[in-house]
């Protein structure tokens, strides 16, 4: 019985990455690209794509936590720039029209633009693992498993995205397998109380946010030399899945600052690499930066607290206020960047015992 289970959840997660991998896989497929695309043969290893791999845990944070935001993984492909996003000649059939039904997601006007894929999964737990009943004054367990695609608009020093996410919470999410799998494999202990996690919904979001970057110490002309800017951003995202404004900032100081609008990898649309961010640094040359952001969010929905929107379940007295501080360090060496941050957030819900500390690392190939 308890196979059948497992069995209908991987179907219903396989339903999900059988929509979203072809998709992913088409855009970045060698035999993407046609004769008249302008610089390059193909989309993929074209200058200026990129793929991003980020893992997020709470243990990255130190504290011996492993509740709340317990573990995340994200895939991002990163498109070179686009003349267009419906006619760019670069772009293959299905996806100019995939970009056609989403029109009215694209940023107007002028200026440089690339869109970004991903592929996401998010683990919540409360802080006690060893009930298997419900635990009524603590988060519900809840997993998600999510597609989203971005547009980026580039004018000067001002970024414009807008992006989409649609995927599944609740058992279809794999949410436990996972989680049991990990802890299997690290030897740590194990979630008792997965049969109390959130009812299977689909859930979906829109988001807008912007962003402008300042300089505040210039490097020379070639782009060495210490260099510090400032990055202001705010926006706003609605959906089953979260609906919340947002705004905050990040300052960042090192060598050879990448002409881009931040380092920091949890901001809502913190995966839109921006158009005309394709620096390359030195091959054999190791450059790197330091960086501190500070945001806040004004939350009116957040499923992972206020559970199932259709169904009755369990939730929490979600606080509408959050705020995050983090800092961290960036790495570059020729096309590959590394990158590790550690975050503090403030308490999330009414009667949270811990604040949460989590930690991020990540990995990016540049082409």
Not at 41 to 55: D, F
Not at 176 to 182: F, I, K, N, T, Y
Not at 237 to 245: D, E, M, P
Not at 338 to 346: D, L, M, N, V
Request: glycine share 12%; hydrophobic share 40%.
């Amino acid at each position: 019985m308890q196979f059948r289970h497992i069995a209908g959840h991987a179907a219903r997660a396989a339903t999900l990455a059988g929509w979203t991998l072809p998709v992913l896989l088409a855009l970045f497929s060698p035999a993407w690209g046609a004769d008249d695309c302008v610089g390059h043969a193909r989309l993929w290893g074209a200058p200026g794509s990129a793929i991003n791999l980020r893992v997020d845990n709470d243990l990255f944070g130190g504290s011996a936590q492993d509740q709340g935001y317990s573990n995340g993984l994200q895939l991002s492909l990163v498109t070179p720039d686009l003349t267009d996003y419906r006619r760019d000649p670069c772009l293959p059939g299905g996806m100019r029209r995939f970009n056609g039904a989403l029109g009215w997601l694209q940023p107007d006007g002028d200026g440089q633009r690339n869109m970004v894929f991903s592929l996401a999964h998010a683990i919540f737990t409360p802080n006690d693992p060893l009930p298997a009943t419900l635990i009524e004054d603590d988060r519900p367990y809840a997993a998600i498993l999510a597609a989203g695609v971005s547009y980026n608009l580039r004018r000067g020093d001002e970024l414009r995205t807008n992006y989409a996410r649609l995927g599944v919470v609740g058992p279809a999410a794999l949410g436990r397998q996972v989680q049991d799998s990990a802890h299997h494999w690290l030897g740590s202990k194990r979630f008792y109380g997965w049969r109390n996690q959130l009812r299977n919904e689909p859930v979906l979001q829109f988001g807008h946010e912007r962003l402008q970057r300042r300089m505040l110490l210039a490097p020379q002309e070639d782009g060495s030399g210490l260099a510090s800017d400032l990055i202001v951003h705010w926006g706003a995202a609605v959906g089953n899945l979260s609906t919340h404004a947002n705004t905050g900032l990040e300052w960042r100081l090192g060598w050879r600052l990448p002409d881009d609008f931040g380092s920091a990898p949890l901001r809502p649309a913190g995966e839109s690499a921006a158009p005309g961010a394709g620096r390359t640094h030195s091959a054999g040359t190791v450059d790197g930066h330091f960086f501190v952001v500070a945001s806040g969010r004004w939350v009116l929905r957040d499923i992972t607290l206020d559970g199932n929107t259709f169904r009755s379940s369990h939730h929490v007295d979600r606080r509408p206020w959050v705020a995050d501080i983090g800092y961290g360090f960036v790495v570059n060496r020729g096309h590959w960047k590394f990158a590790f941050a550690r975050y503090q957030r403030s308490r999330e819900f009414s009667g949270q015992r811990e604040r949460p500390v989590y930690g991020s690392f990540s990995i990016s190939r540049r082409f």
